[in-house]
């Protein structure tokens, strides 16, 4: 009986290796980086389409490096997400251990606070809107860093000595691009390094206070409604209450090795 037990357990944990085995053999492999690359908020540079799209975050992206530094590029088209990150930024966090938690992490673009266009006539508010968004983007002085080697956390300049690029801005179709360099040796990455390695992508929601301030519009227009004095809470209400909550996902994926 003895002996059964033991085989069981030695074809259990046979099969746990061979499924973890398979798990690594199925991570994907980051896109080696173009050759001319600049991080300037522009995907002129990057194949097309993107390599990836996650859909609780609306967000497509690619990952890629060369033997030193590791580029993202994520393409927004969904204008609930763009303005979120307009707002709170995006988090990239990057964790070379392979686990879904912690790792260093870059939050960006990090935009001045600019206030939206309001009482304004009706065929002017996407033209208005639109020039909102590049004065938000144009007002982008900081990055916030978190766990990075050799660069203490908090914000940093754009403009930064650690190697460190960001840049934001919206292309012809009206998506908002967002690029990142990094070298490996701020991140925590290993040259040479061959494992597996955890991305955390973060849409974050806004902030408290404006969170705050919207709740108390809608509960307002609500209690006026409930007088009968206009309309309740609308779909646009609706959909400002998704801002409320940040989105965010996990992948995995193993650095390229040569260029493809």
Not at 150 to 171: E, H, K, S
Not at 186 to 210: Q, R
């Amino acid at each position: 009986m003895n002996k059964r037990k033991a085989i069981l357990a030695g074809v259990g944990l046979v099969a746990a290796m061979l499924l973890q085995v398979r798990a690594q053999a199925q991570d994907d492999s980051n896109k080696w980086a173009p050759a001319n690359i600049k991080i300037d908020g522009l995907a002129t540079e990057w194949p097309k389409p993107l390599q990836f799209y996650n859909n609780d975050t609306k967000l497509f992206y690619t990952i890629a490096n060369n033997k030193d530094t590791l580029f993202i590029i994520v393409s927004v088209p969904d204008k609930y997400s763009q303005l979120k990150i307009m707002k709170s930024g995006l988090t990239v966090s990057v964790s070379p251990s392979g686990k879904k938690k912690g790792g260093a992490s870059v939050t960006f673009p990090l935009a001045a606070e600019i206030s939206a266009p309001t009482d304004v006539p009706k065929e002017s508010v996407e033209r208005l809107t639109e020039e909102w968004r590049k004065q938000t983007l144009a007002s982008v002085k900081e990055i916030k860093v978190d766990g990075l080697t050799g660069v203490t956390d908090g914000n940093v300049p754009v403009n930064n000595q650690y190697g460190i690029r960001t840049a934001a801005m919206l292309d012809g179709a009206g998506n908002l691009v967002c690029e990142m360099a990094a070298p490996f040796s701020v991140l925590g990455i290993p040259a040479g390094y061959d494992k597996s390695i955890a991305y955390h992508f973060k849409v974050n929601a806004i902030s408290a206070a404006e969170r705050r301030e919207k709740e108390k519009a809608i509960r307002d227009k609500a209690a006026k409604a409930a007088q009968g004095q206009g309309g309740g809470p609308d779909q646009a209400d609706q959909m400002n209450m998704m801002m409320f909550f940040s989105v965010d996902f996990w992948t995995k994926q193993v650095l390229a090795t040569t260029p493809q």
